[in-house]
Structure formats: C-alpha cells, structure tokens
C-alpha cells in the first residue's frame, strides 16, 4: 500500500488564499474601470475643459462671441481664463502652434464703467493677466491675447480688430463615442430648445418675488443651460440680441411656471418653461 501525506492545514489555507485573491483582484479590476473623457476633434483637454485655437478664421470682437459654435464645434464658446494655470497653459499651446497671431478670450466690460465680467455674466475674479498698458477703459469692451506682450491680456475696441478666438469646452459636454452602430444619435446643442416650451412671442414672466437672476447671454441655448445648472430654475425669459451687440442678448431665471395668462408684454423677450 503506498504512502499517503495528509496535506497540512497551513498548505489548504495558503491554497484558500490564492484563489480567494484571484477572484478578489478579477472584481477589483472590473470595478475600477473608468469611462475616458474625450475632447472634440482637435480640442485639448485642460483640467476640467477642453480648448481649441480657432487661427483660421479670423473675426471681429463681437463675431468672435459666436465664432467657436459656429466654426469649431456646437457648444464651444470663448475661453474663460480664470487662474493662472490655464493662462499658463493656452500660452503654451498657442507657442506649441507657432501661431502668428492675437487671441479673442471670454472676457468683457459690461455697460458700467471699469466693469468687467465673463461672457456668461460671473464677475471677473481674483486673476488677472494684463499686459504693460494695463485696462483701459469700457470703450475697449473686447479682450485679447497679445502676441507682441507674451500672451498677455489687452482690450481693444470690438471692431476694427481682426484676430483668432481661444474656444472653449466643458468636458462635461465633451463628445464621447458611440455605443455602437444602432445606438440612437445624441440631440444636438441646435435641438436644445426642444426642451422647452415657449410662450408667444414679446411675452415675458414678470418680475417679482420669483426673479432668481438676471444675466448676459450669448444664445438661447447658453441662457437654457443656465437655468438647467440653476438647482432652484423651472423657467427663464430670453431676449436675442440685434445684430452684433450680443452684450444685449439677455437671460432671466424664475423660481416656478408661469401660466400664459399671467404673462406681460414685454418687446423682445419670449418666455421658456422647463
């Protein structure tokens, strides 16, 4: 009869752990997988945006404001350079592209003397970033980067000036791939107001007790985001702008749904339920 060696205890433990921790390491693996944000074709992701040196097309101050939607991508909008990191960072990919030319970014007077503010209406901030000359004055509403001062910021006048444009994108809007060939196409930033239903034309939620805030808008899909980002938002009135003063274009955030008959007469605006 042939000699048997009982496996000891330590041998079946050591083997109970092995398998215990490739069971264990399988799982954590797969729970730690991490969908990978993806910044629009040409876009370079920067912390918590996506940004894109718009140097082919070349524009006014106030056709800039509308450049990187149209030209780039839907959604995109004038950079917001709100520290120094991302000032540091536009510079050194405006250098990286051996680009021969100034920059429009998002930042802007608005009607009151020596105030500036982002082109979605939050105040300007702790940084800046000018240049020798310093601000100028609000007859100088648009801002730039400029070449000749190291990238620094400058104001111009809006018009008369030709330059390219910093586009900006939140990654969180950024373009992701398709699950597959049959999955339905997301809504473009165009189909947006689909969201909402509007009221007759030159009517407008009144003012009151209400009234969450009142801001700048460059679009009526920028003026629906703010109220979508809005914990407290279920309607807004917009009023679009004429022409090229889009500094005009105007966005009001309420707190309810007003009914039609509660509406005013108010030229201009239109009133958009969520």
């Not at 991302?86 to 405006?94: C, E, H, N, R």
Request: proline share 6%; glycine share 6%; with cysteine.
């Amino acid at each position: 009869m042939g000699n048997f060696v009982a496996p000891s205890y330590i041998s079946i433990w050591l083997a109970c752990c092995l398998v215990l921790s490739f069971f264990g390491s399988a799982k954590s693996h797969s729970a730690e997988v991490h969908p990978e944000v993806v910044c629009p074709d040409g876009f370079e992701l920067f912390e918590s945006s996506c940004y894109y040196l718009l140097s082919e097309t070349l524009t006014d101050g106030y056709n800039s404001r509308n450049a990187c939607a149209i030209n780039v991508h839907p959604g995109s909008h004038l950079a917001f350079i709100e520290s120094r990191s991302i000032q540091t960072f536009l510079k050194s990919l405006i250098m990286s592209r051996e680009s021969t030319v100034d920059f429009w970014f998002g930042l802007t007077y608005t009607s009151d003397e020596d105030h500036l503010e982002w082109l979605d209406g939050r105040p300007l901030g702790n940084f800046t970033s000018w240049d020798r000359f310093g601000v100028f004055d609000e007859k100088s509403p648009c801002v730039r980067l400029r070449r000749r001062s190291d990238y620094s910021w400058n104001d111009r006048p809006c018009t008369g000036h030709e330059f390219g444009s910093v586009c900006e994108i939140e990654k969180t809007q950024a373009v992701t791939p398709t699950p597959s060939v049959t999955a339905p196409p997301a809504p473009s930033p165009q189909t947006k107001e689909a969201v909402f239903k509007a009221s007759p034309s030159n009517m407008a939620a009144p003012t009151g007790s209400h009234h969450l805030q009142s801001m700048s808008a460059l679009s009526l899909f920028r003026c629906a985001t703010f109220c979508l980002r809005h914990n407290n938002c279920a309607s807004f009135n917009y009023k679009s702008a004429e022409g090229r003063d889009k500094l005009s274009s105007f966005c009001e955030l309420y707190s309810m749904h007003f009914p039609d008959e509660e509406l005013s007469v108010k030229p201009g605006y239109r009133y958009y339920r969520v």
